[in-house]
């Protein structure tokens, strides 16, 4: 998942179901930071041993986006391993890795990546290994998932019944102050039209399409915050943990909205998640052709 904020548009004639997400049970075992998870994997417990995998092909994707009517490009980079029949994604900045892990880790063992690769090559690895020991189609088959389609169509047509989705696993009472970590300017109108009062964070922009103000500062967003919507993007930077954390501490819901690590995210659902919408690749902006997100909730969440 980016932080790029996805475009402001009225809802397709086709908008994402209302009714609510499948709950999924806690696991028995409380997931309780990113780091126990790979733990966790490379131990086996949650599928077959890393090390008798191979991430068959990496892939380094850079695009920008100028929507139409718009006036700013939007620049986004990702990375995906191939494990099997799954991807696995994470959106890192501009810099953190090049081109050249397609080359040099494509074939390599699994654990090698879950060990040694940097970050996002890490969470890409993690999310293509939870991705295929338990597809996100399967949960949906299963009834612990609610799959939405999103319709063919444009860009502007697919990021506004993605933006519906997700903005339909919040439950908002009058005047609560949400913490949005990761501005996405269609989530900040959801909460509004909701009767909520944003608390917008983001690392990289300063104010969202309607001039409100953006903080960096994650912590104290948290600290007022009565429940928070974060993106994926959070396991690419490394604050997923302090988010995952601090919301589990004051007990408020946590919202997670995933392009990256979408399987990573889900592995935490009853231990701090509470809800996520889980969008496997490809994403929205990489197809014009019907694609599926997947809508989770813990049982007893937001």
């Given at each position: 998942?980016?932080?790029t904020?996805?475009?402001?548009?009225p809802?397709?004639?086709?908008?994402?179901?209302?009714?609510?997400?499948?709950?999924t049970?806690?696991?028995?075992?409380p997931?309780l930071?990113?780091?126990?998870?790979?733990?966790?994997?490379?131990?086996?417990?949650?599928g077959?041993?890393p090390?008798?995998?191979?991430a068959t092909?990496?892939?380094?994707?850079?695009?920008?986006t100028?929507?139409?009517?718009?006036?700013?490009t939007?620049?986004?980079?990702?990375?995906?391993v191939?494990?099997?029949?799954?991807?696995?994604?994470?959106?890192?900045e501009?810099?953190?890795?090049?081109?050249s892990?397609?080359?040099?880790?494509s074939g390599?063992?699994?654990?090698a990546?879950?060990?040694e690769?940097?970050?996002?090559?890490r969470?890409?690895?993690?999310?293509?290994?939870?991705s295929?020991?338990?597809p996100?189609r399967?949960?949906?088959?299963a009834?612990?998932a609610?799959?939405?389609?999103?319709?063919?169509?444009?860009?502007?047509?697919?990021?506004?019944?993605?933006d519906?989705?997700?903005?339909?696993?919040?439950?908002i009472?009058k005047?609560?102050?949400?913490?949005?970590?990761?501005?996405?300017?269609?989530?900040?109108?959801?909460?509004?039209e909701?009767?909520?009062?944003?608390l917008?964070?983001?690392f990289?922009?300063?104010?969202?399409?309607?001039?409100?103000?953006?903080t960096?500062?994650?912590?104290?967003?948290?600290?007022?915050?009565e429940?928070?919507?974060?993106?994926?993007?959070?396991?690419?930077?490394?604050?997923?943990?302090t988010?995952?954390?601090?919301?589990?501490?004051r007990?408020i819901?946590?919202?997670?909205?995933?392009?990256?690590?979408?399987?990573?995210?889900?592995?935490?659902?009853?231990?701090?998640?509470?809800?996520?919408?889980?969008?496997?690749?490809?994403?929205?902006?990489?197809?014009?052709?019907?694609?599926?997100?997947?809508?989770?909730?813990?049982?007893?969440?937001a």
């Amino acid at each position: 998942m980016t932080l790029t904020p996805a475009p402001s548009t009225p809802a397709p004639s086709t908008p994402a179901p209302s009714t609510p997400a499948p709950s999924t049970p806690a696991p028995s075992t409380p997931v309780l930071s990113v780091d126990a998870l790979v733990e966790a994997v490379l131990a086996g417990e949650h599928g077959p041993l890393p090390s008798e995998l191979v991430a068959t092909s990496l892939f380094w994707l850079h695009h920008g986006t100028r929507l139409a009517g718009g006036d700013t490009t939007y620049l986004n980079q990702y990375v995906l391993v191939r494990l099997g029949g799954s991807f696995g994604g994470c959106a890192f900045e501009a810099g953190e890795i090049d081109a050249s892990i397609c080359r040099d880790f494509s074939g390599t063992p699994l654990d090698a990546l879950l060990r040694e690769a940097p970050r996002p090559l890490r969470i890409a690895a993690l999310d293509a290994y939870l991705s295929e020991t338990r597809p996100h189609r399967v949960a949906g088959e299963a009834g612990d998932a609610e799959a939405v389609t999103l319709p063919a169509g444009t860009p502007e047509v697919r990021a506004a019944a993605r933006d519906a989705a997700v903005a339909g696993l919040l439950d908002i009472e009058k005047g609560a102050k949400i913490g949005l970590i990761g501005v996405v300017n269609p989530l900040v109108a959801a909460i509004r039209e909701r009767g909520g009062e944003p608390l917008p964070c983001d690392f990289n922009l300063r104010a969202t399409q309607w001039g409100d103000p953006v903080t960096d500062d994650m912590h104290e967003v948290l600290e007022r915050a009565e429940a928070v919507v974060a993106t994926g993007m959070t396991l690419s930077n490394g604050s997923f943990d302090t988010v995952l954390a601090r919301c589990r501490a004051r007990g408020i819901p946590l919202i997670v909205y995933a392009q990256t690590g979408s399987a990573v995210a889900r592995a935490f659902l009853g231990s701090g998640v509470t809800a996520l919408s889980a969008e496997p690749f490809p994403f929205s902006q990489f197809s014009a052709d019907e694609t599926a997100l997947y809508r989770y909730r813990a049982v007893g969440g937001a």
